[in-house]
């Protein structure tokens, strides 16, 4: 009787695969293992490994917060390349591959925003870097995942009733039946890139049925840090990497100065901030939870002119602020 693969072995094999961006043993790998793997002393999965591994090689400007990337320094994302005509050709071509690399693991249902050791995601680990491109398909994956939540949250979950599943199947004799033959799959894409994302669908609908304004959650504790606002689990409720997401959103939002604004959830206060910089002749701020609460008195955003705070969740502050 043969023994199935040895999981640990299996996990290092496509955190290696990862990290090498061996975009073919990667492919053959995840049709059998997953994109979610952790390293147990890292706690690196596969994103986090394939980002890590464009680090530059002089370790010493990573340590002193000056990361250079293809000539690029972190927080200067603009820069201009500073490498020879062939170093800049060879790094432009292992960027590529890390992009494919990072697309692949996403496509096979990699999580975008797991945590490592140092309770930093991938968009993390990518914009310390100063690794845009990554960093920018990192930022699309959360956004994709979010618009997927919220679109979820407007569906009725689907009654369970075994009836309804007879009649389907009568409906559709096709259901369960290939008739021997193969079964084909759109866009060429292979039956495991299907499971993963029947996979993913079934995780967000899962998320999608926790109240994010529920009890539970507000009487859960949050920790602040310099870079990020966790949950109870380390769940990253909010973080620094998201701060280009808010600044644009923000520009859309109050295109000029002197007008009026409302917020649900201030979290870090990373929008709210953009939001003062318009010079806002109003500004309210919607918020439950009372760490954040705390955190906002702290910080003096009771004292803001202009700016009022609704403790309270949203269902019950709005319906008040219509009538007013």
Known sequence: MSEGPDPDLEAQMILLAASNHNLETLRTLLRTGSANVQDPETGYTPLHAAIAACAPEDETSVSNGEAYTNGQANGDLD???????????????????AKRTLKLLLQNGAIWNDLDKNNETPGCIARRLGLKELYEIMVDAGVRAEMLLNRLDGYEPLADDGEEEEKEEEEDPEVGDTGGEAQSHPDGVEPGVLHAEEEITARIEDDAKADVNSADYLRSDLTYSDDRLLDEEKNGVMMAWETEIMERTAELLLPIEGLRVLNIGHGMGIIDNFFQSK????????????????????KGWYDKPGVTIHEGKWQDVLPKLIVE
């Open 79 to 97: 820069g201009e390349a500073t490498n020879g005509d062939d170093e800049a050709f060879e790094g432009d071509v292992e960027m590529e591959t």
């Open 279 to 298: 010079s806002p002749t109003s500004h309210h701020i919607v918020e439950a939870h009372t760490t954040v609460l705390a955190e906002m008195r702290g």
